[in-house]
């Protein structure tokens, strides 16, 4: 959605979107975050160890690393706009295509971590 929003015209109704988009892959990611450390910690299904021995796993926590990296510029960037937006300042958008390619590989490299999550419940990489 962020993609999208951000390989749009980025006029007043599209800054919205891009904002409201970022807004809630902020709240997925965070959901994600605090629920798979939940559930690494608190031995639900598995115990901790399960997980920091098995390869899948690891191979996952590296693909959220690359996403977190891949983050950092999207992040900066639309926290400056949203800043110049409240001030009433005009933004440079030419960034804007660059950011949206950089959603689009964090989305498939989040396919990839479901997929590595479906390879661990079938008991892959123990």
């Known amino acids: 959605m962020r993609g999208r929003a951000l390989q749009s015209v980025l006029d007043r109704d599209g800054l919205r979107r891009v904002f409201l988009a970022d807004g809630l892959w902020g709240a997925a990611a965070a959901l ?9 910690l608190a031995g639900l299904e ?4 399960y997980y920091l021995a098995n390869h ?8 959220l690393l690359v996403i977190l ?3 950092i510029s999207p992040m900066l960037t639309l926290v400056r706009w949203r800043r ?3 001030l009433g300042q005009p933004l440079d958008t030419s960034s804007a295509r660059r950011l949206g390619t ?5 989305a498939w490299l989040i396919v990839l971590m479901v997929l590595a999550a479906t390879a661990m419940a079938r008991g892959i990489g123990a």
């Open 46 to 49: 598995k115990p901790t160890g």
């Open 84 to 86: 110049l937006v409240r």
């Open 69 to 71: 990296a891949l983050e």
């Open 32 to 40: 994600w975050i605090g629920t798979g450390v939940w559930r690494l």
């Open 102 to 106: 950089i959603s689009f590989i964090q």
């Open 56 to 63: 899948v796993f690891l191979t996952k926590m590296g693909l």
